[in-house]
Each structure stands twice: as structure tokens, then as C-alpha cells.
């Protein structure tokens, strides 16, 4: 990764336990980062009758749709559900299935929800069982898109994301930053994180934000962004993978893509 990112200081709004990797590169690109999490990650508590349930022998496919689905879902579980192919959405959840001894059979290119329901394998599932191992809330788009295909799809949600609280160093040097720095890159990677940073900051240092360039992952978070009054530059990164994020920066900061 050449070292493009000089005189950028980037928000990394990432929960604390996965921001290490993103931190590294794009300091060894040049950045200067303010780790500022807004989102952290908890374990759901579930019923035996869940637990029964999620460990029957018979799934054809258990989708995992983040590294965080893997981690809690193997907590709760002691080991991975028998099934017959895993799917993972990204690949730091490949990766993070793989370190735990399971092959993964569909790992798309485009690391999203979308990516996974274009792949071939996914397209004819009538009768299939799915395990779909997600996190509390957030979008239903694989669930109903392969109830809509034919599939039996077992939800097994395994974490919740809640608001973390940033230390007062944290929220001091992002005030000072902002109000001092004018080539402030914010860093988000989904629309949830970002409702989350402008809720834990106060009026004046969210109109700060609003006005600095925005890296954030695919057009539907760009979408959010804008709806929430986002008025700076925005950079789009195919995926919210840190590799993609820090490429779509230093593209846009070499002047080989426009900002989107």
C-alpha cells in the first residue's frame, strides 16, 4: 500500500476490537488516526431451544454475514453448525471461519448482501435449509430474498450492536481535531455507524463533521449520509473491507477516482 494518505487525519469509528488492521495500514500510508468508536458488540443470550435448533445436522448452507456472527455464534455454540456448505459475507469472515477449521464454499467478490445473493450457488434453493447467523436488527434483504427463492431460512441472531461511550481524551482530541484540521477523513462502515457518531457528539462538533469528507462503504450508506445532511465530500469504497476503504481513499487523494 504506497504512502498516499500524508497530512489526512482519519475518524475510525470501527468498535476497538476490529479497528487494529484498519489503523495499521492507513498509518503506514501516512494518516494520522483518531480511534472514535461509536458501536459495541454484544453477546445475545439464547434459549436452548435456539441452541437445538441451530445445531441440527441437516442445514445445506450457514451464511454468516460478519466476523462478528462467526466469534459470537462460536461462543454460544462451542463449534460450528453441521452444514453441508458456509457462505460468508466479506473475506474477514472467510478468514475468521477458516481460523476455526470451516471451509467456505462462497465467499462473493462484492462484500455485501447484494454480492452473496448474486452469486450461482444461491440461486436455485427451493427446499434448501439455511442457517443464517447475523447480528440483531439491521437488514432483512437475505432472509427474504431466499424465502423468496424457495429456501427454509433459520434466523440465528448472536450479537446486538449498542452505543459505545467514548472516553472524554477521545471525544477532546476529536473536537480539537475538527476545529483545527480542515483535511478530516470520517470513516464509517454502514449507515448505522454513522446515526451512531453523530448521536454520541455534541450539535457543534456534528456540523463540524457533516462538512469534512465522508469514507464510507457502497451507494446505499452513501445514500444515508446524505439524508442525514452530510454536505462534504463523500468517497465511496466498494466494501466496508479495510483494504477497499483505505484503496477508494487513496484513489480519490491521487486524483485517479472522483469522490462519488
Not at 487494529?20 to 458501536?39: D, H, K, S, W, Y
Not at 473536537?175 to 453523530?198: G, I, K, N, P, R
Request: aromatic letters at 4%; charged letters at 20%; glycine letters at 6%.
Amino acid at each position: 500500500m504506497s504512502a498516499s494518505l500524508e497530512g489526512r487525519t482519519i475518524v475510525v469509528t470501527r468498535p476497538a476490537a476490529q479497528s487494529g488492521r484498519f489503523i495499521e495500514l492507513a498509518t503506514q500510508a501516512g494518516a494520522r488516526c483518531i480511534a472514535f468508536p461509536t458501536l459495541e458488540v454484544e453477546r445475545l443470550p439464547l434459549s436452548e431451544d435456539t441452541l437445538g435448533d441451530a445445531q441440527r445436522a441437516d442445514w445445506d448452507w450457514a451464511i454468516y454475514t460478519s466476523t462478528n456472527a462467526v466469534e459470537a455464534a462460536f461462543d454460544a455454540l462451542g463449534r460450528a453448525p453441521a452444514a453441508r456448505r458456509a457462505a460468508a459475507v466479506g473475506r474477514a469472515t472467510a478468514r475468521a471461519l477458516e481460523q476455526r477449521g470451516v471451509g467456505v464454499s462462497l465467499r462473493p467478490e462484492t462484500a455485501n448482501s447484494e454480492g452473496l445473493l448474486a452469486a450461482p450457488e444461491l440461486q436455485t434453493v427451493t427446499n434448501a435449509r439455511v442457517l443464517l447467523v447475523k447480528g440483531a436488527g439491521g437488514r432483512d434483504l437475505l432472509r427474504a430474498t431466499l424465502t423468496a427463492r424457495g429456501a427454509r431460512v433459520f434466523i440465528l441472531e448472536v450479537y446486538r450492536r449498542a452505543l459505545a461511550q467514548p472516553t472524554d481524551e477521545a471525544r477532546s482530541t476529536l473536537h480539537a481535531t475538527l476545529v483545527h484540521d480542515l483535511h478530516v477523513v470520517v470513516a464509517v462502515t454502514s449507515a448505522d455507524v454513522l446515526a451512531a457518531l453523530l448521536q454520541l457528539v455534541g450539535a457543534d462538533d456534528a456540523a463540524l463533521l457533516r462538512t469534512r469528507t465522508l469514507l464510507a462503504p457502497g451507494a446505499r450508506v452513501v445514500a444515508t449520509a446524505r439524508e442525514l445532511g452530510w454536505t462534504g465530500p463523500i468517497v465511496q469504497a466498494a466494501t466496508a473491507e479495510d483494504d477497499a476503504m483505505l484503496r477508494a481513499l487513496q484513489d480519490v487523494s491521487a486524483g485517479t477516482a472522483p469522490p462519488a
